[in-house]
Each structure stands twice: as structure tokens, then as C-alpha cells.
């Protein structure tokens, strides 16, 4: 919505690497800029680099809305697993595949790989989409 003040972001910070079953765990800093008070909703977007099927250019995967004195500064978390990062595949069961990811946070973004086997993701409830 309308805002009367600007916003900033730095230090984004995303493990470079996750294993199969680590939890990702994504922080940065937002900050008032202006010099009046505000609300700011910060969104979390996931790029799948490679897909066996084509993937969205990019998915919201969190957000968070905050208050904000002029000036101040907060850093924000946000906490995603392997189920965030699976899709519909081919054979219409949810799987997870390991690969190169983007995370993109405003005009901050950053890379990370997720390491394991590629298989469909049985932690999560499979099931098939009747048309």
C-alpha cells in the first residue's frame, strides 16, 4: 500500500549450502529510511534454477509485515525446509529435487544449492491430481 516513508534492506544472509533435511535459514535487515513512521511488508521469493519441468520465474514463499520508527532498523527470519521447495512434477505427485536456487528479497538476492537424492518427497503427504 501507500507508504509515506522509503525502506531499505541489507545484509542478506543464506547458507551457501543445505543438506536434504536442514531447515534454511534465511535473515536480513530492513530499515526505515524516511523520516516518518511506517508499515513495510517484506517478501521472500524462491527462483528453481533448474526443474525437470519448467519452473515459475519465481515463487512467494514468505512475508512479513512490520511497524517502523524513522530510522530503525530490524532484522527479519525467515525459516523454509525442502517442502517449500517442492513442486507438481510430471508423474502428478509433489516431489523435491536437489539443485541451485535463488532467494530474492527486494533488490537483494542470493544463491544456494540443495544437496540430496532426487526422488519424489515422501515426507510430504503424496497424492495424485484427478482431472
Known sequence: GLSYTTFSYSDLNVPS???WNDQIII?????????RQGDHSTLLYVSDLYRTITP???????YTKLSFEPNEQKQIQFTLDRHDLSFIGIDLTRQTEPGLFTVTVGN???NFTLVGEHQPDSSVSTYQLNY
Open 17 to 19: 549450502k543445505i543438506n
Open 27 to 35: 535473515t536480513l535487515n530492513v530499515r526505515n529510511t524516511g523520516s
Open 56 to 62: 515459475p520465474n519465481k515463487e512467494l514463499k514468505g
Open 108 to 110: 537483494l538476492s542470493a
